[in-house]
């Protein structure tokens, strides 16, 4: 399974796009800071991940206020084909609580 689950922020995000068969997206960072527990021991949790979303979930997408912490869920793939970077496909987000 390949399912992902974060609470993060969008520090950037790009301009709605069209791929050319006629498909939205729109490409992001996002920046998730946390305490997490490890072992018993609690350590800072801080990263910036790619993110994208296609389809009709990047207007939504588009729109949301910068800045703002989110839960996004979603999966994991490889930016292209030839490629070992990954890239974070939010199939779904709403407001943090």
Known sequence: MNQLQVVATI????VLRYTPAGVPVVSAILMHNSQQVEAGVE???QFEI????AGEISGRFAAAELGAAHQFTGFLARKNRNS?????HIIDFSAAA
């Open 11 to 14: 520090a950037e995000r790009d």
């Open 43 to 45: 350590r800072q949790v």
């Open 50 to 53: 790619a993110a994208f979303a």
């Open 84 to 88: 070992k970077a990954l890239v974070f």
